[in-house]
Each structure stands twice: as structure tokens, then as C-alpha cells.
């Protein structure tokens, strides 16, 4: 099985920061990484695919990057709405997910 | 408006079964593969497992293995998730999930499973 690891697990920030979150695989998986945002009791949202594809509607201020094993998710200028727990997932056999990064407000 | 709504989640003593559906609206659900995804209390997301758009392919975490089952019935918009043998470690909100691409692209809104007894 491939292992997905984040880190930080908690990150404060504060509106306007620059935000990373790295994500490391087991193994390779290529390009089959994504990121999903999830808020406090709601279902998780796909936010970036193949390492750096937006999905539709997602701000520009998101992006990702990386290849192989690592991986990394940055928010360019942290807003309100983005204070909110995000997972890396695997995609490239079967499905794992990272255990998750709080980004909080510093 | 694509829609998932689970149901059938509920306080169930350690050792016994649940059944879990998932009605599907504003897509056409033969066209899509799903998944069953958790979260425990205050945890991180956990892929239990999947099912093709014809529901002839399953997979399944290793770790559910032999006491979930996933099933879909593609007349009725539906997707299900038969549990035996709960733990109190199976506590946990279970999230439908449409699959495009090999991408959760659409999630419901959770059922809660409390196992305890």
C-alpha cells in the first residue's frame, strides 16, 4: 500500500501569508496527486489535480507542484476562507490520503 | 444540482450490522464509478472502498476486507454499503463519493455511524 505523509500537521497563519504544505508518498505515483479542502462539518471539496490542475472555480491563489514522491501545496496570500484542514490523496493505485494539515488563524 | 444523500447511519452495539445507502441525483449514476469513504471522529479521511459503474468491479481497503460490502442498484440511483461485524473503531461519518477520472469529484454530506455499546 502506498503511505501518504503531510506536514505540518498544523500550520498558524495569518491573512495574507504565504502557506505551504508538503506531502510525501511511499513510492512513486507520478502525477496522480490531489488536494482536497475540507471546513469544519462539511464534506472534503477537490481542489487541485495531477499535482497543479485547479478544478473549476478554484482561486488562482492556489496552486501545487512536485513529481515522483514530494509534493507541495501553497497558498499565495492566505484569505478568511481558506482556514480550513487540507489533504493530499494518492491516486495512482487505488486511493490514500495524507492525515491532514489544520491551517489556523495565528 | 448533482446531489449525494446517505442514510442509514445509527447507534449499533460492537458486533453488528448496518446498512448504509446513498441516493444519487442530477447525474446520470450508471455513468460513474463510487466509493465509500470515512472519517472518525476529529481523524483524517479513510478509502474504504469502490465499485465500478456497472458494479461488476469491487475493491476494498485492506483493512475492511471480508466484513463490508459495496453494492449499487443503477435503477434506482443507488449506491449501498452493507457492514457486518462493527467495532467501536468503525465510528465514523461515511461519505458517498462520486469517482471521474480516479477523482472524488462529488461528495454527500456523511451519515453518521456511532458504534459503541
Known amino acids: 500500500d502506498i503511505q501518504m505523509t503531510q506536514s505540518p500537521s498544523t500550520l498558524s497563519a495569518s491573512v495574507g501569508d504565504r502557506v505551504t504544505i508538503t506531502c510525501r508518498a511511499s513510492?512513486?505515483?507520478?502525477?496522480?496527486l490531489a488536494w482536497y479542502q475540507q471546513k469544519p462539518g462539511k464534506a472534503p471539496k477537490l481542489l487541485i489535480y495531477?499535482?497543479?490542475s485547479l478544478q473549476s472555480e478554484v482561486p488562482s491563489r492556489f496552486s501545487g507542484s512536485g513529481s515522483g514522491t514530494e509534493f507541495t501545496l501553497t497558498i499565495s496570500s492566505l484569505q478568511p476562507d481558506d482556514f480550513a484542514t487540507y489533504y493530499c490523496?494518492?491516486?495512482?493505485?487505488?486511493?490514500?490520503f495524507g492525515q491532514g494539515t489544520k491551517v489556523e488563524i495565528k | 444540482e448533482v446531489q449525494l444523500v446517505e442514510s442509514g447511519g445509527d447507534l449499533v452495539q460492537p458486533g453488528g450490522s448496518l446498512r448504509l445507502s446513498c441516493a444519487a441525483s442530477?447525474?446520470?449514476?450508471?455513468?460513474?464509478?463510487m466509493n465509500w469513504v470515512r472519517q472518525a471522529p476529529g481523524k483524517g479521511l479513510e478509502w474504504l472502498s469502490y465499485?465500478?459503474?456497472?458494479?461488476?468491479?469491487?475493491h476494498y481497503a485492506d483493512s475492511m476486507k471480508g466484513r463490508f460490502t459495496i453494492s449499487r442498484d443503477n435503477a434506482k440511483n443507488s449506491l449501498y454499503l452493507q457492514m457486518n461485524s462493527l467495532r467501536v473503531e468503525d465510528t465514523a461519518i461515511y461519505y458517498c463519493?462520486?469517482?471521474?477520472?480516479?477523482?472524488?469529484?462529488?461528495w454527500g454530506q456523511g451519515t453518521l455511524v456511532t458504534i459503541s455499546s
Open positions: 463519493v462520486r469517482v471521474r477520472l480516479q477523482l472524488f469529484d462529488c
Open positions: 442530477g447525474f446520470t449514476f450508471s455513468n460513474y464509478e
Open positions: 465499485i465500478s459503474s456497472s458494479g461488476t468491479t469491487v
Open positions: 513510492q512513486s505515483i507520478s502525477s496522480w
Open positions: 495531477k499535482v497543479s
Open positions: 490523496q494518492q491516486y495512482n493505485s487505488f486511493w490514500t
